[in-house]
């Protein structure tokens, strides 16, 4: 199996991307094909997925993304196609938050997500996330650094971060908020 590969993309397409390595042009599935940009070097983390009749590449833009992918793919009824869906239409700390508090309705928005398999992602992977506190702490710290740098106070900085949902929002959606609320 690869880790990851370092390459150039080449191509993009809205299912995967070709990443060229050495002269070597390499198809790899990804959720989002377009947060690459033609001709920009990336570290692309990859999973090799094979079975008797196929191989594929499954490639992401970060290492929390392909650990996710590698857990989703471990539940019984989840395979590649779907749980790529999963990372395509929602950001890793959502949805590992979604399943550490056992919310399966959040789950099924997702594309090819029941019941039946909501409930079973649950009950699979719920407490097997030991880095769900890392990734919002990483958040929390960030958020942190933004607003230090643009001049607020320590005191400012910590009464804004105990009343943001770091748990639903990307990065940017949370500094977006940070700020409005401190421009209240």
């Known amino acids: 199996m690869y880790a990851y590969l370092i ?5 993009q397409y809205p299912t995967h991307v070709v990443l060229e390595c050495n002269g070597i042009g390499f198809l790899i599935k990804t959720p989002n094909p377009y947060v690459f940009s033609i001709d920009k070097t990336y570290k692309v983390y990859t999973y090799q997925h094979v079975r008797e009749d196929l191989i ?6 970060k290492k929390d993304e392909r650990e996710l992918f590698l857990k989703l793919i471990s539940v019984k009824g989840i395979g590649p196609k ?4 999963i990372l395509a239409t929602g950001s890793v700390s959502s949805i590992i938050s979604a399943i ?14 029941g019941p039946k398999a909501s409930q ?5 992977l719920k407490g097997k996330f030991s880095d769900v506190g890392h990734l919002i702490d990483n958040n929390i710290n960030d958020v942190r650094e933004v607003l230090l740098s643009l001049g607020y ?3 400012e900085v910590n009464k804004v ?3 943001i949902p770091f748990e639903d929002n990307s990065l940017d959606e949370m500094i977006k908020i940070a700020l409005q609320m401190m421009l209240k």
């Open 82 to 85: 779907g749980a790529l869906a």
């Open 161 to 163: 971060l105990q009343k």
């Open 7 to 11: 390459g150039a993309i080449s191509e």
């Open 153 to 155: 106070s320590s005191k």
């Open 100 to 113: 550490e508090s056992g919310n399966s309705d959040y789950l099924r928005k997702f594309p090819g997500i």
């Open 56 to 61: 594929e590449l499954y490639g992401f833009i």
């Open 120 to 124: 079973q992602i649950v009950l699979d």
